[in-house]
T-cell receptor, first 118, second 115 residues
Framework: DAGVIQSPRHEVTEMGQEVTLRCKPI?????LFWYRQTMMRGLELLIY????????DSGMPEDRFSAKMPNASFSTLKIQPSEPRDSAVYFC????????????????FGPGTRLLVL | LAKTTQPISMDSYEGQEVNITCSHN???????ITWYQQFPSQGPRFIIQ???TKVTNEVASLFIPADRKSSTLSLPRVSLSDTAVYYC????????????????FGKGTKLSVKP
């Protein structure tokens, strides 16, 4: 398997623009996670899905952020409108865990998308 | 990520200080120590992160001895709402998920705060 695939790897945009990050999880995995990493806040969980269903999105910082998982092999994280403080590395991860074992199973991470909002 | 060991559970009472210790004997030079808090049906939340000595923020303190083979999360004057699972993670920060590949929160320490 190719592992978790994310695109784009780098994104530079201007404040106010819409940004869409994409993720393809490992085939057969039941859970998908979106994380954001900054030097100030470390690795923060934004949202996670079990079987394509969003379970907890309380980590999403604002209404400007939204995530979807229309099927088992694709997810998007959208920021609209983007702001400079959204600049960070955004990781997507997937795992076999589900339900109560969601965070007890190994999460396999993608390479991340480095977002810079000017 | 370095392997970590922490107690499965702890009990405390409201108003007490709680210290949760995590062992990470194989910590590498570039590794940071990060603690997360998780409530039922929610994902883990970042609490605090440190490299050495002591770090303090608005919710907790993190004590790391000179050899860095362990760390202690200190929660001052806990309340009922601090009942949660606490995870200790050790890894290279900023974490390059692509090269390191995986992350596991494990079972953490289940803290129960009683009235």
């Amino acid at each position: 398997d190719a592992g978790v695939i994310q695109s784009p790897r780098h994104e530079v945009t201007e404040m106010g623009q819409e940004v869409t990050l994409r993720c393809k999880p490992i085939s057969g995995h039941n859970s998908l996670f979106w994380y954001r990493q900054t030097m100030m806040r470390g690795l923060e969980l934004l949202i996670y899905f079990n079987n394509n269903v969003p379970i907890d999105d309380s980590g999403m910082p604002e209404d400007r952020f939204s995530a979807k998982m229309p099927n088992a092999s694709f997810s998007t994280l959208k920021i609209q409108p983007s702001e400079p403080r959204d600049s960070a590395v955004y990781f997507c991860a997937s795992s076999l865990g589900i339900g109560i074992t969601t965070f007890q199973e190994t999460q396999y991470f993608g390479p991340g998308t480095r977002l810079l909002v000017l | 990520l370095a392997k970590t060991t922490q107690p499965i559970s702890m009990d405390s009472y409201e108003g007490q200080e709680v210290n949760i210790t995590c062992s990470h004997n194989n910590i590498a030079t570039n590794d940071y120590i990060t603690w997360y808090q998780q409530f039922p049906s929610q994902g883990p939340r970042f609490i605090i992160q440190g490299y050495k000595t002591k770090v303090t923020n608005e919710v907790a303190s993190l004590f790391i001895p000179a050899d860095r083979k362990s760390s202690t999360l200190s929660l001052p004057r806990v309340s009922l709402s601090d009942t949660a699972v606490y995870y200790c993670l050790v890894g290279d920060m900023p974490w390059d998920g692509g090269s390191q590949g995986n992350l596991i929160f494990g079972k953490g320490t289940k803290l129960s705060v009683k009235p």
